[in-house]
């Protein structure tokens, strides 16, 4: 079962700019991935996304 947790904080960006994304470590879980609106964009726990829009990220997590 993945566990979402939305990314606290924010940012604010330029449209078609690419952000580099760092995920958290949750204890009693592993990393699963980043999800915009439930979709998966990457499991890779550092990536750089490059929004087109307003968007709210979650981040993914499998209990262990």
């Known amino acids: 079962t993945i566990v979402q947790s939305p990314i606290s904080g924010f940012a604010t ?3 078609e700019t690419g952000v580099e994304l760092k995920g958290a ?3 009693g879980y592993e990393f699963a991935g980043w999800y915009s609106n439930g979709v998966l964009l990457s499991k890779d726990k550092e990536f750089i996304y490059t929004p087109s829009c307003s968007e709210t990220l979650t981040l993914g ?3 262990i």
Request: neutral net charge; aromatic residues 22%; proline residues 0%.
């Open 13 to 15: 960006y330029v449209e």
């Open 25 to 27: 470590t949750r204890s």
């Open 61 to 63: 997590f499998n209990q």
